[in-house]
C-alpha cells in the first residue's frame, strides 16, 4: 500500500515569514496529492491539491511543487500570518477497491508567531 | 458548495452504551462516505468506506461488529459505536465527494466521542 512521510513534524516561523512542508510518497500510481489545514477541534479543509500532470500550481499565498519522478511534493506558504497556525496534512491518493482513498502523512504543527 | 454536516460535534457517553455519529451531505449526493478517526496530534486513519444501498468496507484491524456503519440513503451514513469503552475515545471524521469528483473529499467537523 501507499506510504507517505511528512516533516517536519513542527514547524515555528515568524510572522511574514515563508513556511516549506514537504512530503514522500510511496505508490508511483497514487496522481493527486491534496493538502488540507486542520484547526484544532475541526475537521480538515482542502486548501489546495495538484494532480500527476501539473509540476506546480499556485494560489495567492500558497503554492504546491509535485515532483512525480523522485515522488516527492511540497507545501509553500509565503508572507505567513498567525491564522495560519494550524496542523498541515498531506496526501497522496490512489485508486483502491474502486475509490479514490487518500493516504495521510503524519501532520505538521504549524505556529506562526505574531 | 460541497458541504458535509457531522453530527453531534460532542458527545460523552458511558461504558457500555452504543452512540450514533451521522455524517450528511448538504448540497450533493454521495455514494461514498468515509469515516475517519484520529488520536490527539496524530494522523488520520480510515476506519471504513461506507457505500450507499451495500455493506461498508472495513480497514485491516477494525471491528466492523463494534463501528456498525449504515449508508441507507444518498445523503447520510452513520457510524455507531457499540458497546463502547474508553479506548473508543477519540476523533472521529467522515468524508464525502460530490459526483465526479472523486478526488477532492470534503470533511465533515468531526465528532469528540468521550467514554467515561
Known amino acids: 500500500g501507499e506510504n507517505v512521510e511528512q516533516h517536519p513534524s513542527t514547524l515555528s516561523v515568524q510572522e511574514g515569514d515563508s513556511a516549506v512542508i514537504k512530503c514522500t510518497y510511496s505508490?508511483?500510481?497514487?496522481?493527486?496529492f491534496p493538502w488540507y489545514k486542520q484547526e484544532l477541534g475541526k475537521g480538515p479543509q482542502l486548501i489546495i491539491d495538484?494532480?500527476?500532470?501539473?509540476g506546480e500550481k499556485k494560489d495567492q499565498r500558497i503554492a504546491v511543487t509535485l515532483n512525480k519522478t523522485a515522488k516527492h511534493f511540497s507545501l509553500h506558504i509565503t508572507e505567513t500570518q498567525p491564522e495560519d497556525s494550524a496542523v498541515y496534512f498531506c496526501?497522496?491518493?490512489?485508486?483502491?477497491?474502486?475509490?479514490?482513498?487518500?493516504?495521510f502523512g503524519r501532520g505538521t504543527s504549524l505556529i506562526v508567531h505574531p | 458548495g460541497a458541504v458535509v454536516s457531522q453530527h453531534p460535534s460532542r458527545v460523552i457517553c458511558k461504558s457500555g452504551t452504543s452512540v450514533k455519529i451521522e455524517c450528511r451531505s448538504l448540497?450533493?449526493?454521495?455514494?461514498?462516505m468515509f469515516w475517519y478517526r484520529q488520536f490527539p496530534k496524530q494522523s488520520l486513519m480510515l476506519m471504513a468506506t461506507?457505500?450507499?444501498?451495500?455493506?461498508?468496507?472495513?480497514e485491516q484491524g477494525v471491528e466492523k461488529d463494534k463501528f456498525l456503519i449504515n449508508h441507507a440513503s444518498l445523503t447520510l451514513s452513520t457510524l455507531t459505536v457499540t458497546s463502547a469503552h474508553p479506548e473508543d475515545s477519540s476523533f472521529y471524521i467522515c468524508?464525502?465527494?460530490?459526483?465526479?469528483?472523486?478526488?477532492?473529499?470534503?470533511f465533515g467537523s468531526g465528532t469528540r466521542l468521550t467514554v467515561v
Open positions: 448540497d450533493f449526493q454521495a455514494t461514498t
Open positions: 461506507s457505500n450507499e444501498g451495500s455493506k461498508a468496507t472495513y
Open positions: 496526501a497522496a491518493t490512489a485508486l483502491s477497491g474502486g475509490s479514490y482513498i487518500p493516504t
Open positions: 468524508s464525502a465527494a460530490p459526483p465526479g469528483r472523486d478526488y477532492g473529499y470534503t
Open positions: 495538484i494532480r500527476s500532470n501539473v
Open positions: 505508490d508511483s500510481a497514487s496522481n493527486y
